[in-house]
Every structure is written in structure tokens, then in C-alpha cells.
């Protein structure tokens, strides 16, 4: 079974640009979760959808990111204008929903190195 | 609001031996799952061993255990007989148990420390 797929893997832009970063969950997650990790520091959540609803976007940094989840399926985080402290690596997981007890194991997916010059 | 703090930026280890890598965190809640998972170089970032605070037992894989402290919010993970293929950054992460079938599992995550295991 395939895992968590991010594209690109890596991306260079100029202040200013903008970037789509697009995350695949494993097929049937209903979950699917955005995190950063800035060079150095802990890993922070940025938002959570559930199928194509955002359950909880607290984590967003400011209106420059805008996530989306068309039909439930994969996402895109599009960042529009990027600013220098954007850069980063953004991480996606994705779990599915048990309806009964337990935590949603969550299985992430390999990142996007994202650089902001 | 949860955190969690990893107190160790680097360590490293000699194969074969075991290393303690730290974790506490802070929290209100009384119910919740602890998580340590392991990102080695170039690779994505894999579960490596789960506790939940209602039990008292610590949680073992293999050559992996954790040591739960719930009074202290301590939550260190031990690693028995490392091997090179240990080399990883390793994230101590908090999520709060939810009520909801649609649980807001959101993870809070330490700043990660990096083990090198040497030949």
C-alpha cells in the first residue's frame, strides 16, 4: 500500500512568489493533517481536515496560506505572497477514522523543503 | 495549551549500547497518548512506540521502551542495543484523547533531538 506522498519534494522561490505544495493521503484516510517545522524548532500544526471540511485551521500562520482539500481526496497548502520566515518543511500526515476508542495513528508523509530567498 | 519539550538537540551512541533520549511535556488533561517517532536521514517519519496515560504499564517494541512518569510528565524512550540504522531525528509528540468519532487528533511536537549511532 502506498504512504503519504508529498510533491515536490524540495522548492526554491523568491519572496514574494507563490507556492502549491500538494500532499496525497493513504487512500481511505479521512484525516488529513498539515504540519511545519522550522529550522531548528519543534514541529507545529497548521490545520486538520476531515474528508473535504477543515475541522480545525488554529494553526495557520496568516491569510498567505490557504489549504484546500478538493473532494476528500488529496490536499494543496498554497502559500501566495511567500515571505522568508515561510521556509521550512512542511509535513502531511494522514489517519483514518476508527469509530470506536483509540488514537488515529497518524503516518506521515516525507515532507517539502520549502526555501524562501 | 500542551507542550512538549526535548531537552537534547544531539546525542550519540555507541552500537550496541543503549541511550535515554528525554521528554516532558505539559498538560491539563488527564487523558491523552504520548508518541516517540523517529525521522532518519532522507526518509519520512515513522511511529516508533505509542503510551497512553491511563496506563500505568510502559509501553515496550522490541528494543525500544519508554519510561512513563505521568506525575513528573516525563516520557523518555530507552533504546536497547543500538544499531546504525538508529540514526535518526527523534520527536516525543502529545496528542489529547477525543470523545468525537471525528477527533481532532492534532499533535503537539518537541524541537526533536538528533542521535547518531557510531560504529
Known amino acids: 500500500e502506498a504512504g503519504v506522498t508529498q510533491f515536490p519534494s524540495h522548492s526554491v522561490i523568491e519572496k514574494g512568489q507563490t507556492v502549491t505544495l500538494r500532499c496525497d493521503p493513504i487512500?481511505?484516510?479521512?484525516?488529513l493533517y498539515w504540519y511545519r517545522r522550522v529550522m531548528g524548532k519543534e514541529i507545529k500544526f497548521l490545520l486538520h481536515?476531515?474528508?473535504?471540511?477543515?475541522?480545525?485551521e488554529s494553526g495557520m500562520p496568516n491569510n498567505r496560506f490557504l489549504a484546500e482539500r478538493t473532494g476528500g481526496t488529496y490536499s494543496t497548502l498554497k502559500v501566495q505572497p511567500a515571505e522568508l520566515e515561510d521556509s521550512g518543511v512542511y509535513f502531511c500526515?494522514?489517519?483514518?477514522?476508527?469509530?470506536?476508542?483509540?488514537?488515529?495513528?497518524?503516518?506521515f508523509g516525507p515532507g517539502t523543503r520549502l526555501t524562501v530567498l | 495549551a500542551q507542550t512538549v519539550t526535548q531537552s537534547q538537540p544531539e546525542m550519540s551512541v555507541q552500537e550496541a549500547e543503549t541511550v535515554t533520549l528525554s521528554c516532558t511535556y505539559d498538560?491539563?488533561?488527564?487523558?491523552?497518548?504520548l508518541f516517540w517517532y523517529k525521522q532518519p536521514p532522507s526518509r519520512q517519519m515513522i511511529l516508533v512506540i505509542r503510551?497512553?496515560?491511563?496506563?500505568?504499564q510502559n509501553a515496550t517494541e522490541n528494543r525500544f521502551s519508554v519510561n512513563f512518569q505521568k506525575a513528573a510528565k516525563s516520557f523518555s524512550l530507552k533504546i536497547s542495543d543500538s544499531q546504525l540504522g538508529d540514526t535518526a531525528m527523534y520527536f516525543c509528540?502529545?496528542?489529547?484523547?477525543?470523545?468525537?468519532?471525528?477527533?481532532?487528533?492534532?499533535?503537539?511536537f518537541g524541537a526533536g533531538t538528533r542521535l547518531t549511532v557510531k560504529p
Open positions: 498538560t491539563s488533561e488527564s487523558n491523552y497518548y
Open positions: 503510551q497512553e496515560a491511563y496506563k500505568q
Open positions: 509528540a502529545f496528542m489529547k484523547h477525543g470523545l468525537r468519532a471525528y477527533n481532532n487528533n492534532d499533535m503537539r
Open positions: 487512500s481511505g484516510h479521512d484525516n
Open positions: 500526515a494522514s489517519s483514518y477514522n476508527p469509530l470506536a476508542g483509540g488514537p488515529n495513528e497518524q503516518f
Open positions: 481536515f476531515v474528508k473535504e471540511s477543515k475541522q480545525d
